[in-house]
């Protein structure tokens, strides 16, 4: 009986022995099966990179097509319309332009870099996004630990040379100090660029496009550059502009030796007094659709010798070419203008005037102030009824008061202007035979009035 005993133990040892082994086989089995090269679990994470990269190639391909109907067919794509009509399906971008003509497209959300070659096509560059995009050895603040930028040429950027402030209403940064972005004269306000220029008057680096204070996890958009070059004397170069950028109000206020400009990318809608006080600029940039406020935009813009075509969206155009000594032509004043408030104040030079001004039009209030070699004619269809203003200075006006105030008195010059019924009795003074009245024009005598 102890013999059977011992037998039957032995079979069910041998037995076990078997069966471990038979499932150590078949767990290696299943491991090789699940996580191996050709694995169910590696096959479905080969499948699931797959399926992100075809979702990246089609929403570039998306923006493509979109950037292409908003350029009305063009197939000339530029970089800052590539990168809106990314973000406005909802992907954070840079597109960085490379010498051969391709392109890289950097992904902030997935980490992903894709190259957008000379025939359109994609392919993922397969970059270590991680290692690449880390904060600089140069940063070295307290306040930026954890923080990395990335500029608008796709390089990351030393944020110690920057004044960053998280917006909390528009849910992105402006590179100011809160002091400066809540300041609206000089006397409250500073830079917000702290870094040095070169030798040929450009920044250090990029300007940032995102930012990240949680050392890469999320990427936020940079949307305002409030002051941000402010007296900045020897900036002599515009740096590109990020394309999430929608204000700059007071941006370049100072400027004086800025004298090569760049984009103003399609986003923004402020434009005030963006170029205040750059004396050196003598072309001004392209001002795109959708911009709303030029006031003063161009003030004291003593060189600039061509005005930029107003886009169809402007409502306020008050002093914007303001002492704007060599400015020669006018632009022409579209139908959504309502404030030309000392617009051309004291542009000495100005000889020919916008052909119309639009019935929008409802202040007029110094507009070609000291413009004494204006000639030509102008039609004034305007809206001004004398109707009392608070004007620039915090005083009250008549909304057409010295609207040609010392107008055309110099060589000879003589000015025509053909208004509305309603806007000729305003201006026209019967003491004076066939000239207009003294609260329009000053001491003028060489302007002449009639009736459309």
């Not at 069910?12 to 150590?24: D, K, M, N």
């Not at 930026?144 to 930028?149: K, P, R, T």
């Not at 109000?249 to 100072?254: D, L, P, V």
């Given at each position: 009986m102890r013999n059977s005993v011992k037998k039957q133990n032995g079979i069910?040892?041998?037995?076990?022995?078997?069966?471990?082994?038979?499932?150590?086989i078949l767990a290696g089995v299943s491991i090789a099966m699940l996580v191996g090269e050709n694995g169910i679990i590696t096959q479905a994470q080969r499948a699931a990179q797959e399926t992100e990269i075809k979702g990246d190639e089609e929403k570039i391909r998306l923006a493509m097509s979109a950037a292409q109907i908003e350029n009305n067919g063009n197939s000339n794509i530029e970089k800052d319309d590539l990168e809106i009509a990314l973000l406005e399906n909802g992907t954070k971008s840079i597109v960085v332009d490379n010498e051969d003509g391709t392109r890289n497209i950097i992904f902030l959300?997935?980490?992903?870099?894709?190259?957008?070659?000379?025939?359109?096509?994609?392919?993922?560059?397969?970059?270590?996004?991680?290692?690449?995009?880390?904060?600089?050895?140069?940063?070295?603040?307290?306040?930026?630990?954890?923080?990395?930028?990335?500029?608008?040429?796709?390089?990351?950027?030393?944020?110690?040379?920057?004044?960053?402030?998280?917006?909390?209403?528009?849910?992105?940064?402006?590179?100011?100090?809160?002091?400066?972005?809540?300041?609206?004269?000089?006397?409250?306000?500073?830079?917000?660029?702290?870094?040095?220029?070169?030798?040929?008057?450009?920044?250090?680096?990029?300007?940032?496009?995102?930012?990240?204070?949680?050392?890469?996890?999320?990427?936020?958009?940079?949307?305002?550059?409030?002051?941000?070059?402010?007296?900045c004397e020897n900036l002599v170069?515009?740096?590109?502009?990020?394309?999430?950028?929608?204000?700059?109000?007071?941006?370049?206020?100072?400027?004086?030796?800025?004298?090569?400009?760049?984009?103003?990318?399609?986003?923004t809608k402020s434009m005030y007094m963006t170029f205040g006080g750059c004396t050196a600029l003598e072309e001004a940039p392209e001002i795109p659709k959708g911009v709303a406020n030029l006031g003063r935009t161009f003030s004291g813009c003593s060189s600039l010798i061509e005005a930029p075509v107003i886009p169809d969206t402007v409502t306020n155009m008050d002093s914007t070419f303001h002492s704007c000594s060599s400015l020669v032509n006018a632009p022409e004043i579209p139908s959504s203008v309502i404030s030309m408030q000392t617009t051309f104040y004291q542009c000495t030079s100005l000889k020919n005037p916008p052909s119309l001004i639009p019935a929008s039009v409802t202040n007029l209030y110094d507009t070609f102030y000291g413009c004494t070699n204006l000639s030509g004619a102008i039609i004034i269809e305007?809206?001004?009824?004398?109707?009392?203003?608070?004007?620039?200075?915090?005083?009250?006006?008549?909304?057409?008061?010295?609207?040609?105030?010392?107008?055309?008195?110099?060589?000879?010059?003589?000015?025509?202007?053909?208004?509305?019924?309603?806007?000729?009795?305003?201006?026209?003074?019967?003491?004076?035979?066939?000239?207009?009245?003294?609260?329009?024009?000053?001491?003028?005598?060489?302007?002449?009035?009639?009736?459309?």
């Open positions: 069910t040892l041998i037995a076990l022995v078997v069966t471990i082994i038979v499932l150590i959300d997935s980490k992903k870099i894709y190259k957008l070659n000379n025939d359109e096509t994609i392919e993922d560059t397969n970059s270590d996004f991680d290692s690449i995009y880390v904060a600089p050895d140069t940063q070295d603040e307290p306040r930026n630990e954890g923080v990395i930028g990335i500029g608008t040429d796709g390089q990351v950027v030393d944020m110690d040379l920057w004044e960053y402030t998280f917006d909390t209403e528009t849910k992105g940064y402006v590179l100011n100090d809160t002091q400066s972005y809540e300041a609206s004269e000089s006397v409250n306000a500073s830079k917000g660029y702290l870094g040095e220029f070169t030798d040929t008057g450009k920044i250090q680096g990029s300007v940032p496009q995102y930012i990240s204070i949680n050392s890469g996890e999320e990427y936020i958009a940079v949307t305002n550059m409030r002051w941000t070059f402010f007296n170069a515009m740096p590109q502009i990020p394309s999430t950028i929608d204000s700059l109000i007071f941006t370049f206020r100072g400027c004086i030796n800025l004298q090569e400009i760049n984009t103003i990318p399609a986003k305007a809206n001004v009824t004398g109707t009392v203003v608070t004007v620039i200075d915090g005083s009250e006006k008549l909304d057409y008061m010295y609207c040609f105030g010392d107008v055309a008195t110099s060589q000879g010059a003589t000015l025509t202007l053909k208004c509305t019924e309603e806007v000729y009795n305003l201006f026209y003074d019967a003491s004076r035979s066939n000239k207009i009245n003294i609260n329009v024009c000053g001491e003028s005598s060489n302007i002449t009035l009639e009736k459309l």
